[in-house]
């Protein structure tokens, strides 16, 4: 059985940071997004990885190399302009050939991970195995449909949703797909919908199967998403300190702190996690905080909140929080006069002042 995981898409919902990095390498809990997809394959024994990629040059092909790292061999596919999901799996039929497979998006974060659920496809032998999960909001996703236990309809994104069951972003396939996803037309929005393919296989006699996810699952595309990923995984942190917490310093609860870190009066309340080489002085640190490597944090607050790589948080005179700060980013407060706001954004960006 191999592996098929969605990179490509542009990330319109979190611009401006994915101009310049894939939204599926946003750490959550100070872990690129899609590290936990691989990490999920590797527990459920798939070792064949094909990645969707824009092109060979992305910066995920740069992060995940060869994948042996894992134990994977890893195969890149380019596919230059996100068409659907479907047209992704026709991207990838020549790798993936007449094997079963599994489809995962890269920006999607399963807690549990998937191991029984391809246990039960390989031994129970479906056409298609999808999973689905209850969602408070069903209109931004796939939607299934069930009578009597079985799938009736799925509709992709309805502005009425038939049910509350949104498909999680895993999908388990055999070779039917490839004719299904031949024999669909775009959908208005001009894409090949994977649940227009199923809905064929649905219509054609095939076995589908469905199997609600009582755990937890995240489609991490928009910014309340990504937080509430972290907020849910710095949850089961543990207690780790590799770097330097001074005797003024206090540490509460569950928090986890990298090598060469240095922590000087300040408090940390956890869950939090700290990476490698940050300086966090005279400053709090609050709860469901990660804060990537290479970081300062000085004379300021920040809770709840995501912070990437090489961010200055310099006299902040107020709570930084509920916020993403994308890499090598500086918020400094500025002692000229008159007093004013000065900013540097890039397109799409978003600034609340209180």
């Known amino acids: 059985m191999k592996g098929l995981i969605l990179c490509g898409g542009k990330g319109t919902r979190l611009r401006p940071l994915t101009y310049t990095s894939s939204k599926q390498l946003i750490p959550v809990a100070n872990k690129p997004i899609l590290f936990y997809g691989l990490d999920a394959m590797k527990e459920a024994g ?19 190399g060869d994948g042996s790292d894992w134990g994977f061999n890893i195969t890149y596919i380019e596919q230059p302009e996100p068409l659907g999901l479907a047209h992704a799996v026709l991207t990838a039929e020549d790798y993936l050939g007449d094997d079963n497979f599994v489809m995962y998006l890269g920006d999607n974060i399963i807690k549990e991970g ?35 236990g079985k799938i009736s309809r799925l509709l992709e994104k309805p502005k009425v949703p038939p049910s509350d069951l949104a498909l999680v972003g895993v999908y388990m396939f055999d070779s039917n797909i490839f004719q299904a996803a031949r024999s ?18 649905i219509d054609n006699g095939n ?11 995240k489609d991490t595309g928009k910014l309340d998403d990504l937080l509430e990923a972290n907020r849910i995984i710095l949850d089961d942190l543990k ?9 003024e310093s206090k540490l509460i609860g569950k928090v986890n702190i990298g090598e060469g870190t240095r922590v000087i009066k300040s408090v940390i309340r956890g869950p939090a996690i700290i990476g490698n080489d940050v300086v966090i002085k005279n400053s709090y640190v609050g709860p469901f905080t990660s804060i990537y490597h290479n970081s300062q944090i000085l004379n300021s607050e920040v809770e709840h909140s995501i912070i990437l790589n090489g961010v200055k948080l310099l006299n902040i005179p107020i709570r930084v929080e509920d916020s993403l700060l994308g890499r090598n980013v500086e918020i400094v407060k500025s002692r000229a006069k008159p007093k004013t706001y000065r900013f540097m954004l890039g397109d799409n960006s978003r600034v609340d002042i209180i």
Do not use: Y
């Open 46 to 64: 798939i070792t064949d990885i094909g990645i969707i990629v824009i092109s060979k040059d992305s910066d995920i092909v740069e992060f995940v």
């Open 239 to 247: 207690i780790e300190i590799k770097g330097d917490v001074d005797s």
């Open 114 to 148: 998937f191991k029984e659920l391809v246990n039960e496809f390989v031994k129970n032998k479906p056409n298609t195995q999808i999973l689905l999960a209850h969602v408070r909001d069903p209109e931004r996703f796939g939607v299934a449909e069930l009578r009597d």
């Open 207 to 217: 076995t589908v199967v469905p199997f609600i996810i009582n755990g937890w699952w």
């Open 184 to 201: 669909i037309k775009p959908s208005a929005r001009g894409e090949l919908e994977i649940t227009d393919a199923i809905q064929f296989l």
